[in-house]
């Protein structure tokens, strides 16, 4: 007994230097970024370290916690970039003084104004739209309503076709929150709780959502077009198509994926260089590998998502979107939407 | 008699007899452990003043009793029906079911999860050929609901109970059993009236165990779309962008964990089944023929293929479908992440909890009982609150520091290295860690602690020599929990990790949030085969046949 | 008091919440002395043991051992700081060490060898040097006691303290070992306390017996004392057999139902008493025209309990030797055996009858 005690300890020793070892961090790279992105970034930030020769390092997280963690390091923080998927969140890092307002012609230049913060503090970098996704099999397109494609959904013929997704879905609280601003809280909690009477189907991924529909369990949806893009590419022949929303009234929904320099980078112009690098020169190579869109007007989206057509886009509201998100949520639960 | 006598009565039932060492330090212990979680709970009160509460709060709570109440119905049926069908009759296939029914121990309920709703769920397999054959109106039961939930939580969490019944059961004597059974019993009453009521103490522990899991899950939870209390700390604070919003709904469900172990103490009911004599070699099995062992064989086989087979061999057929990416080169990395962080954690817990037991078996009085009872809170709030707090402990450490004179604090001690980590696991699982341990040294008779102590042995010599070896067991199933839970923990590592430090978990997380997986499953396969090697030792090391005695 | 007192007690008292398990207990233990200490459960004889061995703290009181104060208002000793020896119902046997560990355990302050030799003697003493190698649970009850036995008294403590040391054996081994250990004890002159319920063994084993009542010590005195002069009705009924009957004082001479009774001690007047009888002194004829009635016979083998009605209602039991037996519906006279004879107790109002 005592000489398996002593081997225990002894191994609890060794192992516990050899933690040492290896949690020892080696030499930090020159940008670190937290990122809410995991969508196999690296490649693109390949491109910029061979142009560059500053080197690049993610970490990946959730971006409310990645926020929280970033307010809680306060200047000690490591972060010199901080980047997430949502106009709300980047608002929100913004308003808690997380972010350093840029002054980058680069950027002001390539990015449309309604995609970037007035003070320059973040900027977006790739667009998804939310919009509407059909079984052509089951949906004739001429039963949307193109004026108001979401609200539309709550049209009693749609009654038992319909798939959404969760409450919890940042994507749905953005939406949400869209039509509040919108519509106001009444009209959107109308709409809301005419999908719930439509008794909609929840599903807690838009990856499985689609799938619903290819199946024909779902005829209709409302998923980010960049997940029908990567089942598009993995199977031409998916059965689900895009429907562009609202194109005769505000235009379909979109958000934006951006990021902007942290309060306290101790390397913010390296930061700044790679935000300028990712608007223009490396626009393509960071959106097309996800299937977004550019930001920049002057660069061409992939062939693949350039294929769903053109389409008008509802101006993004970032303070919006940010400051209605608490309200979407109770809005959500007051419908009763899951 | 004076009234003097009476308050140092009063008081030493709080303070303890007198093992001021031993009971500072586990005070002090207790008190570091329970920070994060007191952190959060004090910065919610103090920060949050005029947020509510979410509308459908009450829906959550009603939800997560619901939930509650399944998962624990359900690992109790399947956790003590499996361990008395193992460890009363013989079937065929008995002798490999009593150990591989550990097996979806290994299985994190998020995997088996996704695996169900990806097979049963309306775009899956199941449905699909349904849909098929009877048109697409076939009529199906809602599987993303709170019965899928239930159903797939008590799968994988069903271990806990039927690892420390079956102990249990196997250590009572056999006769208690057989007595029953001449006094005319049915078999299934002796099972009700004599052998579970003897097993209540590590049932109560296993289930408590199964219930903080339950409470704290976020991400299966997620899958099924059920709104408990956990998920709405997440959602108020996604939806805010404020803590100090969420931490109040999280103090919500530390009411609810402050109730589960009150629970789990009412059920063990201070009484000791620290059985005289013998020590049990469990009841005489009895073999059955026929129908009947076709039976026991299904049930078992069937609960295992369920649970653990039909979803590894999914995962290994994802597996495949993807090999045509090259294999990640840091693979490496993440697994030696992944097992160190387990092993440190684990001697760290283990420890903690070992020194509680003993310090309790010293005579710790109410206030290292409350103490031990502190450090496991960790264990029943959820992953990204305890790592919140242990940001927070630190955040204020820092400011104090740096008020004392301190240039820069601590540095960026917690986020810039793995101890943040490693302190918010260690807050986490010291509970698990606690429940096998106190469970083993519940079951030795408090007068061996009495003779060693007369024999003039030391406290500490008392801990090496005589409380060590005999709550071995004990260590080993602690040891093999806190293993798994931390190969399996994603939320604390993510919030938590430095720059350049990835685990199995997390890699999994990073693949299967944006829905890759075909290419999660490689390093979900992975955090199986990790979870695996604890559960081998552990079925091997408990097997009661092959332990030399004691 | 003198130095050679074992153990000394004065005024311990200890409550558990509202439960007083020792109410100011006083108790010394002469060296070399075996007490038994006796009471039904929950008297508090086990809170008195625990507290002498150091794994209770008293609220108030003193305790000594070898004429060193171990607790008191201002300090309190831990077990492995008192010379004490414990030997526990289960034994408590360490399962891990084999029965010479076991038995050299409180042995460390010995060199290896000095060490060696003292288990050697303690288990020759309980006749259990070939079986130094086995575990635990390899060993008999009786067996697993005596190695519990050597353990406690290998480092030569004070005092040794026995909790119902062989109510978890059976019937038939009990007597036997308990012969044993006590003969253990005895030749190794150690001061012992044995805690137990049985009064037989209280009685047959110690040189004296102390009756414990409610936390308080309702009688202390040689088994002869204990047993034949009850200082109450509880110690009377606790410590054997008794039936009693109304005492009737007609000036220096009492008589009850069944004869006179012949009686020493001064009676205070106006008091009532009761006559304690136990069987042994309680004599029964067949005689057909007595007025009691034999209702009950029992077997005991060497002897046979006969319980009679008196004719005013009341019963007594009494003891015949094994060849006399009257069924059951005899007539009978009953009387008094001569001799010392019985005790006067003042009849207890609180106690029904």
Redesign the interface.
Known sequence: MRRSLLAASLAVVSVATSACGIFEDDEPADIQVYSARHYDLEKAFEEFTEETDLTVEFLFGDDSELLERLKKEGDDSPADIFMTVDAGNLWNAAEQGQLTALDSPILTEAIPEDLRDPDGQWFGFAMRARTVVYNPDSVDVAEFDTTDTYAGLGDPKWSGRLCMRDATASYTQSLVASLIDLHGRDRALEIVESWVANDVEIMSNDIELLEAIDAGACEVGISNHYYLGRKLDEDPDFNAKVFWASQDGEGVHVNISGAGVTRSSDNPEAAQQLLEWLAAKGQSAFVDNNFEFPVNPDVAPAELVAGFGPFERMPVDAKAYGSLNAEAVDLLAEANYE | MSPAPATRGAVRRVLGEGRWAWSALVVLVGALISAPVVAVVVDGVLGAGDTQLPRNVGDMVFTSLWLLLGVGCGTFVLGAGLAWLVSAFDFPCRRLLSWALVLPLAMPAYILGFVFLSTFDVAGPVQSLLRDWFGADVWVPDVRSLGGAVIVMSLTLYPYVYLLARAAMVEQSATTYEAARTLGATRGRAFLRVLLPLARPSLAAGLALVMMETLTDFATVQYFNVHTVSVGVYLVWKGSFDLHSATQIAALVLVFAVALLVGERLLRGGARFTQRGHRGVGPQRERLRGFKAALASAAGLGVLGVAFVFPVLQLVVWALGASTDPLDPRLGDYLANSVTLALVVAAVCVTVATLIGHAQRLGGGRLVRSAAQLTTFGYAVPGAVVGIGVLLVMDWLDRGLVAAGVEGGTGLLVTGSVLGILIAQVVRFVAPAHQAIDASFTKMPPSITGSALSLGASPRRVLTRVHLPQVRSGILVATVLVVIDVVKELPLVLLLRPFGFTTVSVWVYQLASENFWEKAALPALLIVMLALVPVVVLVRGRDPRRRVEP | MSEADALRLAAV???YGRT?AA??LDLVVPEGEVVAVIGPSGCGKSTLL?LV?????P??GSIEIAGEVVADARG?R???Q?R???V???H?L???LDVRRNVG??L??LSRPERRARVETMLHRVHLADLAAR?P?ELS?GEQQRV?LA??LA?D?AVVLL?EPFS?LDEHLRQRVRSEIMATVRDAGTTAVVVTHDQTEALSVADRVVVMRAGRIEQVGTPQEVFERPASRFVASFMGDADYLPATVEGDRVSCEIGVVPVRPSLTAGTSYDVVLRPHDVTVEADPAGAAEVVHVEYHGAFVLHAVRLASGARVRSWQAHSVRHPVGTRVSVGLVSGPGPVLLPVEETVVR
Do not use: C, I
């Open positions: 008292t200890k409550s007083l109410d100011a625990r061995a150091g794994l209770e703290r609220d108030a309190w831990h077990p492995e008192r004490v020896g414990l526990f119902q289960d408590a360490f399962p891990h355990f409180g460390r302050t575990r649970h009850g519990a353990r406690a480092p403590p909790d978890s």
